[in-house]
Structures are given as C-alpha cells and as structure tokens.
C-alpha cells in the first residue's frame, strides 16, 4: 500500500485553483484597492480621467504577491486594449506606493507585491457577443430551438 505524502498533496492543490485562502485575500486586496484607487490621487498623466475597476485579484499561495485584473474606464473610445495599455503601464510605475498605501488598509502578515494586467474577459465576451449576432448563427440558433419544440 503506497503511502500519499504531503507533497503530493499539495501538488495537488495547485491543479484544483486557489485556496480559500488565497481567494479571501484577493478579495480583500480587491476591495482595499477599489477605495484606495477611488480615494488617493496618483498624478500620472496617463491615469488623468481614466477611472480604474478591479475586476479581480489572484494573490499566490504564499500571499506575497498579488497579480490585479483591471479595467479602464474613460480612456476614450476605440480599442480598450490599445487604451487600457497606458494606464496599466502607470499602475505598475506606482504600484510599490500603493502597495505602501495597501498595508495600511489591509490586516495581512505580509503586504502582496502587486502586479497589474489589462482584464481581457470584458472583451472576449464582447467578440462572443458579436458572433452570436452574425446572420447565418443567430439562424442556426433559431434553427435549433425550432427542434427542439417538435
């Protein structure tokens, strides 16, 4: 009878996603930078009227770095990619001050290292979006649904 170690437990975790820990974290880094990012003024050029949502947080197993998810707001129109680039670059020139800004909001041994990405979600969902709209697939659809009622 082979005997499970505690590396193969934990080798194991990492398949499955987070932990209830790790998800309580972010969730808790989430919420203190929605208010720092809505209270504290970051004089960057390129954040000027952009407003920033935190779509998510994912925190490492050790809690000691967090990578941020968001999304801009008000960078004018177009390709929010295009527009999301610099103001995301500017959330990582200032992230060790609002990491700073985070430990004092936030009741945690470590403060995370914070590193933020562009949430791509909101325009994956748009492309799918527009797929269902095209002619010959919103056909199909309506093709399929008229099956299934016979």
């Not at 197993?61 to 527009?83: K, M």
């Not at 800004?101 to 799918?128: C, Q, W, Y």
Request: proline letters at 4%; charged letters at 35%; aromatic letters at 4%.
């Amino acid at each position: 009878m082979k005997r499970s170690n505690s590396k193969d437990k934990n080798r194991g975790h990492a398949e499955l996603g987070p932990t209830q820990r790790q998800l309580r974290a972010g969730e808790l880094v989430r919420h203190a930078l929605v208010e720092i990012l809505r209270e504290e003024e970051i004089h960057d050029e390129d954040l000027h009227g952009v407003s920033i949502t935190v779509t998510e947080v994912r925190c490492s197993p050790d809690l000691r770095h967090a990578t941020v998810f968001v999304e801009p707001l008000g960078a004018g129109l177009g390709d929010s990619a295009v527009q999301a680039g610099p103001a995301v670059a500017a959330l990582n020139r200032h992230s060790k001050f609002l990491r700073g800004v985070l430990g004092k909001h936030i009741d945690m041994k470590f403060t995370p290292d914070l590193r933020f990405l562009h949430d791509e979600s909101f325009n994956e969902a748009a492309r799918i979006d527009a797929l269902f709209m095209r002619p010959e697939i919103a056909r199909d659809l309506r093709h399929d649904d008229s099956e299934d009622e016979d």
